[in-house]
């Protein structure tokens, strides 16, 4: 089974999104499109992203 861990919130869900190995929960995956690129927010998303970008690229 894959591994459903929201990589951004920690919670276990059904739905959501994999960026490539990484899993987004739905809940997470609208927060962020609904978040502005000066929100605080936005730049915690930003960085939790880079981690998987990172791990993809080394
Ligand atoms: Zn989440």
């Known amino acids: 089974m894959e591994d459903r861990r929201c990589i951004i919130c920690g919670k276990e869900d059904e739905k959501g999104l994999?960026?490539?190995d990484s899993f987004v929960c739905?809940?997470?995956?609208?927060?962020?499109?609904?978040?502005?690129?000066?929100?605080?927010k936005y730049r915690f998303f930003?960085?939790?992203?880079?981690?998987?970008?990172?791990?993809?690229?080394?």
């Open 26 to 40: 739905h809940t997470c995956e609208r927060e962020m499109v609904r978040t502005c690129v000066d929100d605080d």
């Open 18 to 20: 994999f960026i490539y």
């Open 46 to 58: 930003i960085q939790k992203l880079k981690k998987i970008w990172l791990k993809q690229n080394a």
